[in-house]
């Protein structure tokens, strides 16, 4: 009898202090802080953003970068790390495309290298509309909707905002060794021209990037003491196999005779950006 009523008392203190410890748990805590929504901004508000009139034309035509980047200013402000999540330091990286001489600094993003860097900054003066030229939101392939572009726009690259080819290419194409009548690849042979391409270009096509996204007068001075600058943009950081058909200025002293690869060529830059006198 008396071995039950302990074995009861047991059991009965040990299910008292189960309660006790699950109710200490249940119970508030002093540092419990409930969860409150941040005031969100409103829907429309975001998509009358999307819709803005300058992501269109002729609205983007004329944007100024300053009207852009009111709202997005992450483009020039972000930041890439500085050290990898593999813990790799981000100044000490470098990829095939970053080797050429004219590379400094450590990784940055697509946008600073083209905005920000000191070298953007010297060579170029590129905008926005350098390279967005609007584009639609919701369907983006050709075709797709009543006012969306047409079936059989070439100009349209399908899925993305910018057409590479008209211009990416113009400054990541290959240098045309072949039709310019060198011996074979610039790195092969740029020792025979003093790495130079002064040697031959004081006299050939020097009527050049009179275009309003190129600092012209910079661009030769930076290829005054070697090809580095000017094979930067001409072959040394290709992303193409192809080379840009470039417009084929007239130049003083120019031979009459228009070789067979340049027939079809335009002897003026692209309207839009043309900066030289007209002819
Ligand atoms: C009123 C604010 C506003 C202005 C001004 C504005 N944008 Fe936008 N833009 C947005 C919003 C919002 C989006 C949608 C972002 C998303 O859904 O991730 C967007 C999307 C984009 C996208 C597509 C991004 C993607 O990943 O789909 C590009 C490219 C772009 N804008 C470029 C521009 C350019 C160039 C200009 C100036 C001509 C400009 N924007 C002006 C607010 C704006
Ligand atoms: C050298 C050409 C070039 C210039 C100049 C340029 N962009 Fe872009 N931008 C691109 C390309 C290419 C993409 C990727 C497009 C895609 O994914 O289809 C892009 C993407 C974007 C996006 C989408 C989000 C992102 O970061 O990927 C926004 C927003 C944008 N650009 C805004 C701008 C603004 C604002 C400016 C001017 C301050 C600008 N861009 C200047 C080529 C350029
Ligand atoms: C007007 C000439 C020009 C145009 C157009 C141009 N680029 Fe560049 N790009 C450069 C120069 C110059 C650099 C080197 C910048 C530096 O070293 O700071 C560069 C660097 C780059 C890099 C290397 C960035 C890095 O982190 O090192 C990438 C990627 C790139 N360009 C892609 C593109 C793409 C994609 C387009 C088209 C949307 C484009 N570029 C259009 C001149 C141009
Ligand atoms: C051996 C002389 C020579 C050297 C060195 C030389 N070029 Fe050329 N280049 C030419 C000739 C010739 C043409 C074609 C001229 C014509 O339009 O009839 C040409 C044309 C070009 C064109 C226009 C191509 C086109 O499709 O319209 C570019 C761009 C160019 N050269 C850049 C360079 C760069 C950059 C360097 C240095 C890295 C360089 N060249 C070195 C002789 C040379
Ligand atoms: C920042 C990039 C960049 C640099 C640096 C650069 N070019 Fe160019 N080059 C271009 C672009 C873009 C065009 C096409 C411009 C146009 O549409 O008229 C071009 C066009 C040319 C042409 C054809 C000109 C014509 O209208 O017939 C020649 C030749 C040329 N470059 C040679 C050179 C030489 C030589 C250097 C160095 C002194 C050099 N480039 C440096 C981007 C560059």
Redesign the pocket.
């Known amino acids: 009898m008396k071995q039950a009523i302990a074995a009861a008392l047991l059991v009965l203190a040990i299910s008292a202090g189960f309660v006790l410890w699950i109710a200490g748990y249940m119970a508030p805590r002093a540092e419990f802080v409930p969860y409150v929504e941040p005031p969100q901004a409103v829907e429309s508000d975001y998509l009358r953003a999307v819709y803005s009139p300058l992501h269109f034309r002729p609205a983007i035509d004329t944007a100024s970068d300053e009207q852009c980047l009111a709202c997005h200013r992450e483009v020039i402000e972000n930041k890439v790390r500085t050290v990898s999540p593999a813990g790799q330091k981000s100044e000490l990286m470098r990829a095939w495309y970053q080797q050429t001489p004219t590379y400094e600094g450590g990784q940055d993003t697509f946008h600073r290298r083209h905005l920000a860097t000191p070298l953007a900054k010297q060579l170029m003066n590129l905008r926005c509309n350098t390279c967005h030229l609007g584009h639609e939101p919701r369907e983006e392939a050709q075709g797709a909707a009543a006012d969306s572009a047409r079936q059989d726009d070439t100009a349209f690259t399908l899925r993305k905002q910018v057409n590479s080819e008209t211009s990416c290419l113009k400054c990541h194409g290959q240098?045309?060794?072949q039709?310019?009548?060198?011996p074979g690849p610039?790195e092969e042979h740029?020792t025979t021209?003093g790495?130079?391409?002064q040697?031959?270009?004081a006299a050939?096509?020097t009527k050049?990037h009179e275009v309003s996204y190129l600092n012209a007068a910079a661009i030769e001075q930076a290829?005054k003491n070697g090809?580095d600058a000017?094979?930067g943009?001409?072959?040394?950081r290709a992303w193409y196999r192809i080379?840009?058909?470039?417009?084929?200025t007239p130049w003083p002293d120019?031979?009459a005779e228009?070789?067979a690869?340049?027939k079809d060529?335009p002897t003026r830059s692209d309207a839009r950006f043309f900066a030289g006198a007209r002819p």
């Open positions: 240098l045309p060794w039709l310019m009548g060198l610039w740029k021209f790495n130079n391409c040697t031959c270009h050939i096509r050049r290829g090809a000017c094979y943009c001409h072959g040394g080379a840009y058909p470039y417009a084929r120019m031979p228009v070789p690869w340049a060529r």
